[in-house]
T-cell receptor
Framework: GENVEQHPSTLSVQEGDSAVIKCTYSDSASNYFPWYKQELGKRPQLIIDIRSNVGEKKDQRIAVTLNKTAKHFSLHITETQPEDSAVYFCAAYYSSGYALNFGKGTSLLVTP | NAGVTQTPKFQVLKTGQSMTLQCAQDMNHEYMSWYRQDPGMGLRLIHYSVGAGITDQGEVPNGYNVSRSTTEDFPLRLLSAAPSQTSVYFC?????????????FGPGTRLTVL
């Protein structure tokens, strides 16, 4: 099945700095890559996604880039704020099943 | 809409006991799934369903059963609980597959097996 690797596992940044989280996937047929944010004790929530026919997508302070040749995609958060502190999960669509495969998560801490 | 609901929020079981985790959605979603979340392991798919009467296994199905008799409900059954099943369980749903439609998660059930 699909193997999704996510790095780093923890990330600490100062408020106002940028944060970048990277994921790689193994199934070259994967065509959908969402990112979820999970605050402590809460459920995961979709924050942005990208499909294989697009190289970059932006939504205010967050953006996702996709390199299909290299099979990796990244989440970029600019002008980080303390409320961005959470665990972020990347995922890739598992083309041989109707399911998403998730990375192991990145714990982001934004310090004031 | 209540969205995706899960009951109970917390549960403690003894090894060997059985129980059912409930999941319901009121959004007329065809696709429903169950994940378990363990520290450092991310979200791992247990079972999923693409519609009433249709279920399939995910990455970690052993020890769990599911059924989908209605569009709204997708219960997860633990037949004989083991300590390795201590985890947080999330149910999720989407109108169609997660590729084409946003997947919404329930609030989770924290299960401890002693």
């Amino acid at each position: 099945g699909e193997n999704v690797e996510q790095h780093p596992s923890t990330l600490s940044v100062q408020e106002g700095d940028s944060a970048v989280i990277k994921c790689t996937y193994s199934d070259s047929a994967s065509n959908y890559f969402p990112w979820y944010k999970q605050e402590l004790g809460k459920r995961p929530q979709l924050i942005i996604d990208i499909r294989s026919n697009v190289g970059e997508k932006k939504d205010q302070r967050i953006a996702v880039t996709l390199n299909k040749t290299a099979k990796h995609f990244s989440l970029h958060i600019t002008e980080t704020q303390p409320e961005d502190s959470a665990v972020y999960f990347c995922a890739a669509y598992y083309s041989s099943g109707y399911a998403l495969n998730f990375g192991k998560g990145t714990s982001l801490l934004v310090t004031p | 809409n209540a969205g995706v609901t899960q009951t109970p929020k917390f549960q403690v079981l003894k090894t060997g006991q059985s129980m059912t985790l409930q999941c319901a959605q009121d959004m007329n979603h065809e696709y429903m799934s169950w994940y378990r979340q363990d520290p450092g392991m991310g979200l791992r798919l247990i079972h999923y369903s693409v519609g009433a009467g249709i279920t399939d296994q995910g990455e970690v199905p052993n020890g769990y059963n599911v059924s989908r008799s209605t569009t709204e409900d997708f219960p997860l059954r633990l037949l004989s609980a083991a300590p390795s099943q201590t985890s947080v369980y999330f149910c999720a749903s989407s109108y169609s597959t997660p590729v084409t439609d946003t997947q919404y998660f329930g609030p989770g059930t924290r299960l401890t097996v002693l």
